[in-house]
């Protein structure tokens, strides 16, 4: 009969650094240090705010909290928040992500000065589609000098990655900046 040791010696092997908490936390951390610096570096700029991935609605209504002068556009493919955190219709773009952002190229023409996605999951095969569907469709909103923050790494044509803030983790965000910094 195995003892107690030696059942837990094949499980060890597969273990992640981090637990699935720590991940959860490491990540809302940096989440949060990122979407505090990126309204300061906005502070002065016109533009508008996407929200992609509205999720139960908690980073919006950081976003509606912080930066309550702004236009806060949310696309999503449904909606499934807490009621007080549901964006007014009007500021509400539903449907696959890659046609919402299509369509908001067309009706926004590059006014997007903060783009915030948190579109990623536990599947890594659903967080390549969502990265390389963000990284195709949003550089065409982008205002000059706009800021996009991301839980998944991209690869966004005429923009450049920055350093995440002091107190953020590595690779649990990820920050870019449109055009020359």
């Avoid at 009969?1 to 936390?25: I, N, V, Y």
Wanted: hydrophobic share 40%.
């Amino acid at each position: 009969m195995p003892t107690r040791a030696t059942l837990k010696e094949p499980r060890a092997e597969g273990r992640r650094k981090d637990s699935r908490l720590e991940t959860l936390l490491f990540r809302l951390e940096a989440q949060h240090i990122c979407l505090e610096w990126a309204f300061r570096e906005i502070a002065d700029r016109p533009g508008i705010v996407f929200e992609m991935g509205l999720g139960h609605g908690r980073t919006y209504d950081h976003l509606r909290i912080h930066l309550p002068e702004r236009e806060i556009y949310v696309l999503d493919r449904e909606i499934d928040c807490f009621a007080d955190c549901t964006p007014p219709e009007n500021y509400l773009l539903l449907g696959d992500i890659e046609d919402t952002l299509g369509a908001a190229a067309t009706r926004f023409d590059r006014q997007v000065i903060l783009a915030h996605a948190d579109m990623g999951s536990y599947v890594n095969a659903n967080n390549i589609a969502t990265s390389a569907k963000l990284s195709r469709c949003l550089p065409a909103v982008l205002a000059p000098h706009a800021i996009v923050l991301s839980d998944l790494p991209l690869e966004l044509a005429g923009t450049r990655s920055l350093p995440l803030p002091p107190g953020a983790r590595k690779d649990k965000y990820f920050l870019y900046a449109n055009g020359p910094w």
